[in-house]
């Protein structure tokens, strides 16, 4: 029965909750300032509006309400133009100024040269602009971001008495027991002790099909039960639940950005000085070359400062590259940062762990054979063997025990399993053995041949012995999962070098690589040797990836430029890679690499796009052919499509055959 843990102290936020609200805290800070941000904007535009419509007597008039449309409209143009690059300058004690500065500044030139009209149209275009990019690259962090929402709070705790009482989920220990109702939400992970239900685990693994569970099996936090109820005991405290991780995944997916983003923002406060730099030339060049009047040379110097802006270019790979993440996040593919995924097309070679990754994990019964036996004694003889492994913790025995179990009917007998001598009993008089070959001394040359033809193939042979004599054989072997044929054909097509590391023996690892196809095997590996057979890769090929699943493969996951765990794998694994599969599901590994190659067209796309746009506002601004509000509205317009352009990952890729 539940102990009664109603007078202990309530237990601090887990590091869970602890995320869910500083997230919460930043997120509401940000939004109460956008609010007041949009209502000035608003409040800009009916100046603007107002100054426009009415025509007073009085022009300054009209013109203190542009300059007051200017002020109000753009006030977080500003704060962010002249704000950030100060705070940037006490911090990093250089001046590393941004485009919202170019922008700020053309505005003042604007009405200090008398165009007070075109200053309050140019802040109203670039600010309403700036909102609609703030929305769109939002979008693909929200699609993310919405998993916090998903963070279980409550849970029914089972108390000494055998009521429930709601507490915290932050209380829970391990060991708890916990209800829970048909259409609740899993509170933490856990393991059912009575009761069964089917339960929609697409918050973890990204399948949409719910999964029947009953006692024993594992559920995890944030799931949403079906219509059965269940009780289940705590098996993880509630920081290291698998959702949890994901939360912790989000957030560093969030934060790290793509080779071609951290350029771009390395790049943006050195092209926005050389920008600032070039203005007075531009404004010189224009009476002492060009021929122009001081105010046209200053006004083309204001149109300048808007063309040559690189908003489209600062938007070219964030959104994309968070839009992509999303998108992969919502099938169960989590990436620890923009940088992973990147790089992930640009793979040359890739490593694969042969247990638990290539194959399921546990051997499964591929032949059998019998020697001399009619139909029902081959029938009798599974039913004896299947009944024997039914009482034994033989490794091999879950194995036979699946293949056979609904077959057959369980038979009353004793099985005694003997160190060396294999598993024996005795049932109707006869004697029956289970045993590996080396334990028979004397084996017909047909049937020896036949087993090393079976070990040949890297099968796991065990002899079936009635009276003492040998009429049948089992072979096992754990076989390629559903998955990873198609997944080391498509790497294949992609000019990929694939190669399987294992630590089993050649002729087990050459069988499954032949079956898959896979170009190298390196077998016999001790776990330590991993990690030097990646760097060698790397010497050998460039980039190089690695997927695993064991406490083995970390060192290996760590010197991989990409290393990619299986969501089913171990703590360790998980925490050392770079992408999770949540789902055993070398397909999805595939689609994240078709994913990457999208990502990074679309990002050479935006850049190729967003500098081709700036020379030629640049040079029809020379050519007299250019205003300030027609370039506001290029300007802009390119840098929305450049957003929306990032936006289409936030669709599924299509995926190639």
């Not at 929402?149 to 708890?176: F, S, Y």
């Not at 009575?194 to 594992?218: F, H, L, M, N």
């Not at 600062?314 to 993440?325: D, K, M, N």
């Not at 289970?434 to 796991?460: C, H, M, N, W, Y």
Request: proline letters at 4%; aromatic letters at 6%; one cysteine or more.
């Amino acid at each position: 029965m539940q102990i009664n843990r109603s007078n202990e102290s309530v237990a601090p936020c887990d590091q869970k909750q602890k995320m869910h609200q500083q997230v919460s805290q930043h997120l509401n800070e940000d939004t109460e300032h956008e609010k007041i941000a949009v209502r000035l904007y608003f409040l800009g535009l009916i100046l603007f509006l107002a100054a426009w419509l009415i025509k007073t007597p009085f022009l300054w008039l009209n013109d203190l309400g542009y300059v007051a449309a200017t002020l109000t409209a753009g006030y977080h143009v500003m704060w962010e133009g002249f704000g950030e690059t100060l705070t940037a300058l006490r911090q990093k004690k250089r001046f590393a100024p941004n485009i919202h500065i170019l922008m700020t500044l053309a505005a003042v030139g604007a009405i200090l040269i008398g165009s007070f009209e075109e200053a309050a149209l140019l802040i109203l275009i670039f600010a309403g602009a700036h909102f609609l990019e703030d929305y769109a690259e939002g979008k693909s962090k929200r699609e993310i971001t919405k998993l916090l929402k998903m963070n279980p709070t409550e849970a029914r705790l089972l108390q000494a008495d055998g009521r429930t009482k709601i507490v915290p989920v932050a209380q829970l220990v391990i060991g708890d027991q916990v209800q829970v109702l048909n259409g609740g939400q899993v509170p933490t992970d856990g393991r059912i002790l009575s009761g069964s239900t089917a339960i929609d685990e697409s918050s973890i693994t990204g399948e949409s099909i719910p999964r029947e569970k009953t006692v024993g099996d594992e559920v995890f936090g944030s799931t949403i039960n079906g219509n059965g109820t269940f009780l289940m005991t705590v098996t993880k405290d509630s920081s290291e639940t698998v959702f949890a991780k994901i939360l912790q995944l989000v957030d560093q997916s969030q934060n790290n950005l793509t080779k071609a983003a951290t350029k771009i923002k390395k790049i943006e406060p050195i092209y926005v000085q050389v920008v600032l730099y070039l203005f007075p030339l531009v404004v010189l060049a224009g009476p002492l070359l060009l021929g122009w009047s001081w105010s046209l040379s200053l006004y083309r110097g204001m149109v300048f400062l808007i063309s040559a802006s690189p908003c489209a270019l600062a938007a070219s790979a964030v959104p994309a590259t968070l839009s992509g993440i999303s998108n992969l996040a919502k099938r169960g593919v989590l990436f620890k940062g923009g940088a992973y995924l990147a790089n992930l097309s640009d793979l040359k070679a890739i490593c694969f762990d042969k247990t638990g990754t290539l194959t399921a994990g546990k051997p499964v019964v591929t032949d059998a054979e019998f020697f001399g036996l009619t139909v029902p004694e081959q029938q009798q003889l599974l039913a004896v063997v299947t009944a024997m492994e039914r009482r034994t913790n033989h490794p091999l025995a879950t194995a036979i025990v699946a293949k056979y179990g609904e077959q057959v009917p369980d038979l009353p007998l004793t099985a005694n399993n003997q160190v060396g001598q294999g598993l024996t009993a005795t049932y109707q008089g006869l004697s029956y053995r289970i045993a590996k070959p080396s334990v028979f001394a004397q084996v017909p040359l047909p049937i020896e041949q036949r087993q090393d033809q079976l070990a040949q193939a890297g099968k796991t042979v065990v002899y079936l012995e009635k009276n003492e004599v040998i009429v049948g054989l089992l072979a096992l072997m754990d076989v390629p999962n559903e998955n990873s044929r198609a997944a080391i054909a498509y790497f294949k097509r992609q000019h990929v070098h694939t190669t399987m590391i294992t630590g089993d023996a050649r002729l087990t690892g050459q069988a499954v690589a032949d079956q898959l196809q896979i170009d190298q095997v390196i077998a016999n590996v001790l776990p330590e040797d991993k990690s030097s057979i990646i760097a060698q890769q790397q010497t050998e090929y460039g980039l190089v990836g690695m997927v695993g699943d064991g406490v083995n493969d970390a060192p290996a996951l760590v010197k991989a430029d990409v290393g990619v765990a299986m969501g089913d794998g171990t703590d360790v694994a998980i925490d050392v890679a770079d992408v999770v599969l949540m789902q055993n599901d070398l397909a999805k590994l595939s689609y994240a690499h078709q994913t990457s190659q999208r990502l990074n067209r679309v990002v050479m796309q935006n850049m190729i796009f967003s500098m081709v746009i700036v020379l030629i506002l640049v040079t029809l601004n020379f050519l007299g052919q250019m205003d300030i509000a027609l370039g506001v509205i290029a300007h802009e317009g390119s840098t929305l499509l450049v957003i929306v352009n990032g936006l289409r990952l936030l669709l599924p890729s299509r995926i190639r055959a």
